[in-house]
């Protein structure tokens, strides 16, 4: 059933509430970012585990009808962390990725209920602009860090360079969205 725009309720889940302040967009923004982050460090990951699994480094626990991307895709990000544990990762990289964890899994299971007293008001507000920036940077800088050595593993692998993949990139992109 359709209901015309006027007859809709109103809810916080707009993409721009006018009453909203500044403030309480920028927490949204900002919190969106950091989810947006520990997205690109899962991608990587996965991408990283298809590779070792090419190269015949990791074999899956999966049913023989479903592809690994796709069970790859279902994991969490803990569950990523211990396949790669499984093809041999290293212990500084485990406790980077464990780090990432720790601040992914505040984020999206804590952060908003821990702080309702805090996005009542500009100064919370600003605290929670604070510590989700710290989030941010906490996961982005293992997300940079493993999105290099994806990159490492893709020449290794299949001999692919940075530069090639960047013009691989380029030409789907050009390919998708070229005007009919």
Not at 46 to 57: N, P, R, S, V
Not at 89 to 95: G, T
Not at 125 to 139: A, D, S
Request: proline share 3%; aromatic share 12%; charged share 30%.
């Amino acid at each position: 059933m359709r209901f015309p725009a006027r007859a809709m309720l109103k809810t916080p889940f707009g993409t721009w509430q006018p009453e909203w302040s500044e403030t309480e967009h920028e927490v949204f923004r900002d919190f969106g970012f950091a989810a947006f982050t520990a997205q690109m460090l899962e991608s990587a990951l996965i991408t990283m585990l298809l590779a070792a699994e090419h190269a015949g480094k990791v074999a899956f626990n999966k049913k023989k009808d479903i592809e690994s991307e796709l069970f790859l895709s279902q994991k969490t990000l803990g569950a990523l962390i211990c396949e790669l544990k499984k093809s041999g990762l290293d212990e500084d990289n485990a406790v980077m990725l464990k780090d990432a964890l720790e601040a992914r899994n505040f984020l999206m299971h804590h952060f908003f209920t821990w702080h309702p007293e805090d996005f009542a008001t500009p100064e919370g507000r600003g605290r929670m602009l604070v510590e989700l920036q710290q989030l941010r940077f906490r996961i982005g800088r293992v997300q940079k860090a493993f999105s290099q050595i994806r990159e490492q593993y893709i020449e290794r692998i299949f001999g692919v360079t940075r530069e090639q993949l960047r013009e691989l990139h380029n030409q789907f992109l050009r390919d998708q969205y070229r005007p009919e």
